[in-house]
């Protein structure tokens, strides 16, 4: 189960900062466009995460199933990213704040 929440977690800011690269949503979280660098920045921290995540899952077990798993987490984390940009976007930064806790809180107990 922290397996699943530390991968969910991780996908779930990949995906906020793939979101985040976009001028609607920038608009839509911060009230304003990001200046070119953070907009520059965003996608490539976005990828980042979704990799780190896909390496996670390819290091702890058959490189089958946890590729079926880290597409699975994909899904929930997209529904999760989605569902919160539409209906609770003045809540975002408290839901991302949310996701690097839960990512912190399940990493550390995997680690254990």
């Known amino acids: 189960m922290m397996f699943f929440l530390l991968i969910w977690a991780l996908t779930s800011l990949g995906f ?3 979101a985040m690269s976009m001028s609607k949503h920038q608009k839509q979280i911060f009230d304003t466009e ?3 660098a953070k907009t520059q920045l965003a ?3 976005g990828w980042v995460l979704l990799i780190i995540a896909l390496t996670l899952c ?3 077990g058959a ?3 946890m590729i079926s798993y ?3 987490s994909l899904t929930f984390a997209a529904l999760v990213v989605g569902l919160s940009l539409s209906y609770l976007a003045s809540k975002i930064k408290v839901i991302v704040m949310f996701c690097v ?3 912190s809180i399940s990493g550390i107990f995997c680690l254990i």
Do not use: E, M, Q, Y
Request: no cysteine.
């Open 16 to 18: 906020f900062a793939l």
């Open 34 to 36: 990001l200046d070119p």
């Open 43 to 45: 996608p490539i921290l």
């Open 58 to 60: 390819l290091l702890t």
């Open 63 to 65: 490189v089958s199933n």
């Open 70 to 72: 880290w597409l699975g």
């Open 101 to 103: 806790f839960i990512a």
